[in-house]
């Protein structure tokens, strides 16, 4: 029995690991970056903390190590570097084999991890690159501030701002209210002018400064950001930083700070005559300023803090009611199947209601199928999450394998927030992996190479996603050398793939490539050139109902397209009917329908090609392929599909119309039958096969150059 406290831990340790390896990849870009260096310390630190607590001691412990040298980087003891890095990339890997509890992975005494211990204790003792620590602000104007090294940026917290302007502050030309507006821009800002001190008419000195402000700002950015502002009259002001609410999530629930808690926090009044007061039965910020003990200014002051955190308090209490749940996925998967079967059945209702004629019945099965559809789509859409996760993990192969093949190379992303369903998201990573290992072998050229031919010393990969109707456009792009169309051309000869002399497209010939064991490589590396995998990559895509294109420029780039459907659990099609059976041929993949007519065929003299407006269009007869008996109509229909850019027909008896359909599988027994993809229930509880038009038109080619 798996303990789930465990399986929690092992869940939330993937999800840091993947962040932690984003955070590694842009501190090595701006090693400067404090908030990346507490980003990755509280990572290790967390991962430390929860293995420690159920059980996981052999992490916690090598996670430590880790810990350690990065308490130090905050410090600025140790500086980032590239060997920094490195190491911190491979104990991330040796972390996710201890989770995985891989054969591959190492015991805490192995070799491989007390050689990373090792390292990480030689940098954490000093022998490492030592740098000096920076101390930005060291004016003594600053009052030291009541917050700890461990606030880091990444939540709200907020502060009270105290600023006091030395009195001849406008003789330098400074505008305060310009600093107030820019505080304004780092988050939820609340300023109080203190005005007790502005003398009579008589005594003023119009070019003096007798005002202060006591300002509430809440904001996710660091105090170095906010002291930033203040930078430059930081020598003609007193200023205090205080954290008064740390924005913490979680923390015990506390009453909000009482007037006159706030008003001795901050040095208004004492304690003495706090408590003299309160022995009077009025309003706490009444009696003190009748007393004169304070200011008005200064209890409104007090007061504006005091609902600024009831106002914060609040805010975060809807947060943590409003946070999202972890679930597991095999749940979600039921009940996307659940509200399949419940699209099934409404269907039925439906066609019930036609059928009888019922109007009270067909006002239920309308109001069913408005509910139904509602549910359907938010149900799909829980499955739906932002391709940028997989994108982030592409950064770290490009990293390594360009290192390794001596070339240097920068992957950019587009539209990573483009939404796919997981169940596509979790099938496309491979075929991508080894789109984007071609791209940094076979495409992008060494950086001697490179500046030789006029190009930028460092290749670009680019990778990019969009939406496109009910399917997700992506592009795999790079500026390297681009696709040898001869070299190409004279393999596909030699294979025996086509015939010397033919005249052929670019997309026909660039299409050789996804041919099993075809490879123009001269020699094989441990990254490719055995002519495996093209293949197996529009395969896979095809097995997801998507498609796969290339275009290349020699000497320019190639871009590889791959269309994907938003989901596999619902697809949009195009019911036809062959006798007494009913098909669905999936709508992305259709253009258009014409009429078959004996006419027609007789034009054709056998072959089974349609002139459709001009242009010559091979089809397949689907009662041909699926042994479907009966009489055939005099006028028959051609389905017209887009595949690949390539146009082909499929010819049924009747076309009836467009249909949405939840897809079921066909179960092991038919797992290895060609040409059907899945199977649907219609409204009159009939079976509709799914039709596997991809796969279809290769066993027909098979057949023909057999």
């Given at each position: 029995?798996?303990d789930?406290h465990?399986a929690?831990f092992?869940e939330?340790?993937?999800?840091l690991?993947?962040?932690l390896?984003?955070s590694?990849?842009?501190?090595?870009?701006r090693?400067?970056?404090?908030d990346l260096?507490?980003?990755v310390f509280?990572?290790m630190?967390?991962?430390?903390?929860?293995?420690?607590m159920?059980?996981?001691?052999d992490?916690?412990a090598?996670t430590?190590?880790?810990?350690t040298?990065?308490d130090?980087?905050r410090d600025g003891?140790?500086?980032v570097s590239?060997e920094?890095?490195n190491?911190?990339?491979q104990?991330?890997?040796?972390i996710?084999?201890?989770?995985?509890?891989s054969?591959q992975?190492e015991?805490?005494?192995g070799?491989i991890l007390?050689k990373t211990?090792?390292a990480?204790?030689?940098l954490a003792?000093?022998d490492?690159?030592i740098t000096?620590p920076?101390?930005?602000y060291?004016?003594?104007k600053w009052?030291?501030?009541?917050?700890?090294?461990?606030?880091?940026?990444g939540g709200?917290i907020?502060y009270r701002?105290?600023l006091?302007p030395?009195?001849d502050?406008?003789?330098t030309?400074?505008?305060?209210?310009?600093?107030l507006?820019?505080?304004r821009?780092?988050?939820d800002c609340?300023?109080t002018?203190?005005?007790?001190a502005?003398?009579?008419?008589?005594?003023?000195n119009?070019e003096f400064?007798?005002?202060?402000?006591?300002?509430?700002?809440?904001?996710?950015?660091?105090?170095?950001?906010?002291?930033?502002?203040f930078i430059?009259?930081?020598?003609?002001?007193?200023?205090?930083i205080?954290?008064i609410?740390?924005g913490?999530?979680?923390?015990?629930?506390?009453?909000?700070?009482?007037?006159?808690?706030?008003l001795?926090?901050?040095?208004d009044?004492?304690e003495?005559?706090?408590n003299?007061?309160?022995?009077?039965?009025?309003?706490?910020?009444?009696?003190?300023?009748e007393?004169?003990?304070?200011?008005?200014?200064?209890v409104q002051?007090a007061l504006?803090e005091?609902?600024?955190?009831?106002?914060?308090?609040e805010?975060?209490?809807t947060?943590?009611e409003a946070?999202?749940i972890?679930?597991p996925?095999?749940?979600l998967d039921?009940?996307?199947?659940l509200?399949?079967e419940?699209?099934t059945v409404?269907?039925r209702?439906t066609?019930a209601?036609l059928t009888?004629?019922?109007?009270?019945?067909?006002s239920?099965?309308?109001?069913?199928e408005?509910?139904?559809?509602?549910l359907?789509?938010?149900t799909?859409?829980i499955?739906?999450?932002p391709i940028g996760?997989t994108?982030?993990?592409?950064?770290?192969?490009?990293r390594?394998l360009?290192?390794?093949l001596?070339?240097?190379?920068e992957l950019t992303?587009?539209g990573?927030d483009?939404?796919l369903?997981?169940?596509v998201?979790?099938k496309?990573?491979?075929p991508l992996?080894?789109l984007i290992?071609?791209s940094?072998d076979h495409g992008i050229?060494?950086p001697?190479v490179r500046?030789?031919?006029?190009?930028?010393?460092?290749?670009t990969?680019?990778l990019?996603?969009?939406h496109?109707?009910?399917?997700v456009?992506?592009?795999i792009?790079?500026?390297?050398k681009?696709?040898?169309?001869?070299?190409?051309?004279a393999?596909a000869?030699?294979?025996?793939?086509?015939?010397?002399?033919?005249?052929?497209a670019?997309?026909?010939i660039?299409?050789?490539?996804?041919?099993?064991?075809?490879s123009?490589a001269k020699?094989?590396?441990n990254?490719?050139?055995r002519?495996?995998g093209m293949?197996v990559?529009?395969r896979a895509?095809?097995?997801?109902r998507?498609s796969?294109d290339?275009q290349?420029?020699k000497d320019?780039?190639t871009?590889i397209?791959?269309k994907?459907?938003?989901?596999?659990?619902?697809v949009e099609?195009?019911?036809?009917?062959?006798g007494?059976?009913?098909?669905?041929?999936?709508l992305?993949?259709v253009?258009e329908c014409?009429?078959l007519?004996?006419e027609?065929?007789?034009?054709a003299?056998?072959?089974?090609?349609?002139?459709i407006?001009g242009e010559m269009?091979?089809?397949v007869?689907l009662?041909?392929?699926?042994?479907i008996?009966g009489?055939?109509?005099?006028?028959?229909?051609i389905?017209?599909?887009?595949?690949?850019?390539?146009?082909v027909?499929f010819v049924v008896?009747?076309?009836?119309?467009e249909?949405q359909?939840?897809?079921k599988?066909?179960g092991?027994?038919?797992?290895?039958v060609e040409?059907?993809?899945?199977?649907t229930?219609?409204?009159?509880?009939?079976?509709?096969?799914?039709?596997?038009?991809p796969?279809l038109?290769?066993?027909?080619e098979k057949q023909l150059?057999?």
């Amino acid at each position: 029995m798996i303990d789930p406290h465990a399986a929690a831990f092992k869940e939330e340790a993937y999800e840091l690991l993947a962040e932690l390896e984003i955070s590694l990849l842009e501190l090595e870009e701006r090693p400067d970056n404090n908030d990346l260096i507490g980003k990755v310390f509280r990572t290790m630190h967390t991962i430390k903390g929860s293995g420690a607590m159920f059980g996981f001691d052999d992490i916690a412990a090598f996670t430590h190590e880790i810990e350690t040298v990065y308490d130090k980087v905050r410090d600025g003891i140790i500086s980032v570097s590239n060997e920094l890095i490195n190491l911190t990339l491979q104990a991330k890997d040796q972390i996710k084999l201890m989770l995985d509890d891989s054969p591959q992975g190492e015991d805490p005494q192995g070799p491989i991890l007390q050689k990373t211990i090792s390292a990480f204790k030689k940098l954490a003792s000093g022998d490492g690159t030592i740098t000096t620590p920076q101390t930005p602000y060291s004016s003594s104007k600053w009052a030291s501030p009541s917050f700890t090294q461990e606030l880091q940026p990444g939540g709200d917290i907020t502060y009270r701002i105290r600023l006091k302007p030395a009195a001849d502050i406008f003789m330098t030309g400074t505008n305060l209210l310009l600093l107030l507006d820019e505080l304004r821009c780092l988050g939820d800002c609340v300023a109080t002018a203190q005005t007790d001190a502005i003398p009579p008419l008589e005594d003023m000195n119009p070019e003096f400064c007798y005002t202060c402000w006591d300002i509430i700002l809440t904001t996710d950015k660091g105090v170095d950001i906010i002291k930033d502002v203040f930078i430059f009259v930081a020598d003609n002001c007193e200023i205090k930083i205080d954290v008064i609410d740390a924005g913490v999530l979680g923390e015990p629930e506390e009453d909000y700070k009482k007037l006159g808690r706030i008003l001795t926090e901050r040095g208004d009044i004492t304690e003495e005559s706090l408590n003299s007061a309160l022995n009077e039965k009025k309003y706490i910020g009444e009696m003190l300023v009748e007393k004169g003990l304070v200011t008005p200014d200064k209890v409104q002051s007090a007061l504006m803090e005091q609902q600024q955190l009831r106002k914060i308090k609040e805010k975060t209490q809807t947060k943590e009611e409003a946070s999202s749940i972890r679930v597991p996925a095999s749940k979600l998967d039921t009940l996307v199947n659940l509200v399949g079967e419940m699209v099934t059945v409404q269907a039925r209702l439906t066609q019930a209601a036609l059928t009888f004629a019922s109007v009270e019945l067909a006002s239920i099965a309308e109001e069913v199928e408005r509910l139904t559809a509602e549910l359907r789509d938010n149900t799909l859409n829980i499955r739906m999450l932002p391709i940028g996760t997989t994108f982030g993990r592409f950064k770290r192969l490009v990293r390594d394998l360009s290192q390794d093949l001596g070339k240097e190379i920068e992957l950019t992303t587009e539209g990573a927030d483009t939404e796919l369903d997981k169940t596509v998201i979790e099938k496309l990573n491979d075929p991508l992996v080894h789109l984007i290992r071609n791209s940094i072998d076979h495409g992008i050229e060494s950086p001697d190479v490179r500046v030789a031919s006029g190009k930028p010393r460092t290749g670009t990969i680019r990778l990019s996603a969009l939406h496109s109707g009910a399917h997700v456009i992506i592009e795999i792009k790079d500026d390297g050398k681009g696709l040898d169309r001869e070299a190409i051309l004279a393999k596909a000869v030699g294979k025996g793939l086509t015939h010397p002399g033919v005249e052929l497209a670019d997309k026909e010939i660039f299409g050789f490539i996804f041919q099993p064991g075809f490879s123009t490589a001269k020699e094989v590396t441990n990254v490719s050139g055995r002519g495996v995998g093209m293949d197996v990559v529009k395969r896979a895509i095809e097995t997801l109902r998507g498609s796969i294109d290339i275009q290349s420029e020699k000497d320019k780039g190639t871009t590889i397209f791959i269309k994907l459907p938003l989901t596999l659990a619902i697809v949009e099609g195009l019911l036809v009917e062959m006798g007494d059976d009913h098909f669905v041929i999936p709508l992305y993949l259709v253009e258009e329908c014409v009429e078959l007519t004996r006419e027609d065929l007789l034009n054709a003299h056998g072959r089974d090609i349609a002139y459709i407006r001009g242009e010559m269009v091979p089809y397949v007869r689907l009662r041909k392929e699926f042994n479907i008996n009966g009489d055939v109509p005099l006028i028959e229909q051609i389905v017209v599909t887009g595949i690949n850019g390539d146009r082909v027909g499929f010819v049924v008896d009747k076309v009836i119309g467009e249909y949405q359909t939840v897809i079921k599988n066909l179960g092991g027994l038919y797992k290895d039958v060609e040409g059907i993809s899945g199977a649907t229930v219609l409204g009159d509880g009939t079976v509709a096969l799914i039709v596997d038009a991809p796969q279809l038109i290769k066993n027909v080619e098979k057949q023909l150059y057999s």
